[in-house]
């Protein structure tokens, strides 16, 4: 098995009962596997919700560790709309030119530091600047903001000890409120200002409103990423002929992205809980209990995906669920795919050989499954293309 292989360990109990089963601290949680269920169940908020407690959709949860409600991930329509109406403008922005040519500087510094190194740890020393470089650009806030966030390593919530580890997120949460507070003494042309300055149904935001949007944007788009450009580096490592009929054929990038996003669904799973008695997949589900849309699940699902294990940068009809599905679908998804599609690029134009030396699998334990979502690890040589 190739090194960037991510196998489905969801196959069987997808293709026979449609569920699985974890449990996570103190719930049991049905996992909903196949992709005509997810949409069904993440489309249908009134039974399936995400306006719980805060921390409760999360898996693993983090009702423990905060009490913010992150927005407008935490919200149900018709607030959710609300909320969405307001921030999407600002998410929408890496369609702007300007916004690609200083993403096209960040990769293109990532690239050189890689060729400079000759060998680089490419989860601590690769992904995670990236990430973090990139961050400053969604956010509008100056790039050495950056250095603060990369020290903090590849995991918000997540410790070695720990899958939901309450001190880490503090350090966030504080960090956070204390750049509320700098806004506030002194407003400029970042997130941060601008939702402060901002209102919803006539009303201004709250401090607690601006946080939660805030909390959202940092742990939301920080493990996915990372392991988005992490595996699409390993993937290309390997498959070399692939890099270099994007280089051929660069029209095909666009569909390389969304294939290797579906291949890759860098978030397994997200939650929901139950307002009412119901059944899902057959099963009976009591109110107050959880599910979980396992958007990994889905997007291998073999009734919908021809050859579903098998990476087809130029897959033609690729419904994917890697950035959620319905009314809250991901707001980071267009910077993801940018600084993705981006990266792509300057890979194929600047990269002519990159070797996996060393790497360590990151390994999701849900229950009855063990996932691979990426690494933890991930050496590699880069060479520079000839001529």
Known sequence: MKKSELPDPFSDARKTKGCGQMHDQGDDVTMVLGLKDVRKCAHNWKTFQSGAKPGRIVVPNEEYIRETRQIPFEVDPPAHGDYRALVEPWFKRPLEVAYQEKLQQLVGQSIDEALSAGELEVVSDFALKLQS????????????????????????FRSEDSPV????????????????????ASPGEDLYSVLLSSEVNGQKLTREEVKGVMILTFAGGRDTVINAVTNTIAYFAEHPQSLDRLRQEPELITRSVEELIRYFSPLTHMGRVVT?????????????????????????????????????LDRKVNPHVAFGFSHHNCLGATHARTLLKILIKTLSERIGKMEITDHQDN?????????????????????????
């Open 133 to 156: 470089r990139a961050l400053t650009v969604l956010l509008n806030i100056p790039l050495e903001e950056s250095e603060t966030w990369i020290k903090w390593g590849t995991h918000v």
């Open 165 to 184: 580890d309450g001190d880490k997120a503090k350090i966030l949460y504080d960090y956070i409120d204390a750049q509320i507070d700098q806004a506030l």
């Open 276 to 312: 009412e008695d119901t059944q899902v997949c057959e099963h009976a589900q009591k109110v107050d209990s959880r599910i979980s849309l396992v958007w990994a699940s889905a997007n291998r699902d073999e009734r919908i995906f021809e050859k579903p294990n098998e990476v087809v």
């Open 363 to 387: 390994i999701e334990e849900w229950g009855e499954f063990k996932r691979k979502v990426g690494f933890d690890s991930l050496k590699v040589k880069f060479e520079e293309t000839k001529g």
